[in-house]
């Protein structure tokens, strides 16, 4: 038993020994008389037990006092997680996930409540959620034409070339005659049209832009645009939506002939569904505010004629009564 003490002595870590160390130290029985009568073993199993139930402290157990608006409060724990006068820090809830069958029963709630809506007896409440489902279907399409927003990075000033009366006269008749064009369609202007120009630069001085379709007025926005991203020179506008652009005179080829700045051809046709789309839904709501506005007015109307009836309704029984009641007299 005696060398059974020292092999547990190796095995615990140098805290345990330490611990045990100080017990026998300041054990009120440590004279010899009383370790011979006690035992090695006895010494042992007592060290163990007084290990195993001695109390454990996991991280601060600082008593802080808060007299904040009068009142004294006792925290326990470390000061510094506690912020904005002793109150604790509420992590944010987490959303709780919808199942599948509760998000079906949702949806089935919605619909509903859409089909009593559009079949209730009221005309003003059917436009009113006409109305209002117009409205969000606008908002959502504007916050998706946000997305195609190109922000313009700060380009060098480009100085366009001066040019006489005589040689936009020449450039014109000679853009006119040359069958070389680039077409401008429903997604307007991104990379490949100013590409395409490029291309046509190579071997001609001038070439036509064919806009179509159209609306009235937008083809000089397009001919402003083009301007800025091919660094060409506008020489005339056409009646049909034509553009007849000049390479200038010190014509260089760019490394990069599709600008950076500009939407790709599928976002471009993308960009042209939605604003076909919220150009269709502006005009919708137009239409049904001016038909909640006409419903509102024939009800008044029909509110003020039945206000008229009414007063000769109660004019005419009032006279009733004073005819009854003079020959009453009589």
């Known amino acids: 038993m005696a060398s059974l003490v020292p092999r547990l002595l190796r095995r615990w ?4 020994a330490v611990a045990l160390c100080s017990l026998r130290a300041s054990s009120p029985c ?4 009383f370790e011979r009568s006690w035992g090695a073993a006895g010494f042992v199993r007592n060290a163990r037990r007084w290990w195993i139930h001695s109390p454990v402290r996991h991280g601060s157990t600082a008593v802080t006092l808060n007299t904040d608006g009068g009142f004294a409060r006792f925290s326990v724990g470390d000061p510094g997680t506690r912020q904005n006068g002793g109150q604790e820090q509420r992590q944010p ?7 599948k069958k509760s998000k079906i029963n949702q949806l089935k709630w919605f619909r509903l409540k859409a089909k009593k809506k559009m079949k209730s007896p009221n005309p003003e409440v059917r436009i009113r959620y006409k109305l209002d489902k117009a409205k969000r279907k606008e908002e959502w399409l504007i916050e ?3 997305k195609y927003e190109m922000p313009r990075a700060p380009e060098p000033v480009h100085d366009p070339e001066i040019l006489t009366e005589e040689e ?14 680039v077409p401008v369609g429903r997604r307007g202007v991104f990379g490949g049209v100013v590409l395409n120009m490029h291309l046509h630069w190579k071997k001609h001085e001038t070439m036509q832009v064919v806009c179509k379709p159209c609306r009235p007025g937008q ?6 645009e083009l301007a800025r991203l091919s660094k060409g020179t506008v020489i005339d506008i056409k009646p049909n939506n034509t553009i007849i652009f000049y390479r200038g005179k010190n014509y260089v080829q760019p490394k990069v002939m599709s600008p950076p700045d500009t939407l790709s051809k599928q976002k471009a046709l993308e960009k042209y569904r939605y604003e076909q789309s919220l150009e269709h839904t502006s005009k919708f709501i137009e239409q049904l505010e001016k038909e909640l506005e006409d419903y509102q007015k024939h009800v008044a109307l029909f509110k003020k004629r039945e206000g008229a009836i009414s007063d000769e309704i109660s004019n005419e029984h009032s006279t009733d009564d004073d005819l009854t009641t003079s020959s009453d007299a009589e």
Do not use: I
């Not at 809830?93 to 199942?99: A, L, P, R």
């Open 93 to 99: 809830e987490k959303k709780k996930k919808m199942s």
């Open 30 to 33: 440590s004279d010899p008389l």
């Open 13 to 16: 870590s140098v805290q345990p």
């Open 168 to 181: 936009k006269f020449y450039l014109k008749r000679t853009g006119e005659k040359k069958k070389n064009y």
């Open 219 to 224: 083809v000089y926005e397009y001919a402003e």
């Open 144 to 146: 998706k034409l946000r």
